[in-house]
């Protein structure tokens, strides 16, 4: 009987944490379209953050952005479309 309760428990546990991870586990957000910052927002806070805005595209989730840093190094990364904040690694 403690084997079967002990294997209850332990599969619980498996289950909570696969549905804790959602789609994250992939790399990937589920924010709602309600929630995302505007485009015009986000070039904002990259702008004050030093980068120059070259484009920005919605891509899996997130924005896609390509930027110049200030040291004139062209670089692409994705950010958070809610928060704003950079994804290192997001699509990698």
Do not use: C, Q
């Amino acid at each position: 009987m403690r084997k079967i309760a002990l294997a209850t428990v332990i599969a619980a546990i498996g289950l909570s944490t696969a549905a804790t991870a959602g789609d994250n586990t992939r790399g990937r957000l589920n924010v709602p379209a309600a929630d995302w910052k505007s485009a015009a927002e986000i070039k904002d806070k990259l702008v004050s953050a030093g980068y120059t805005v070259r484009e920005i595209e919605k891509d899996d989730g997130a924005y896609e952005v390509d930027v110049i840093d200030k040291d004139g190094t062209r670089m692409e990364f994705h950010v958070h479309p809610a928060t704003g904040e950079i994804l290192h690694g997001y699509d990698d």
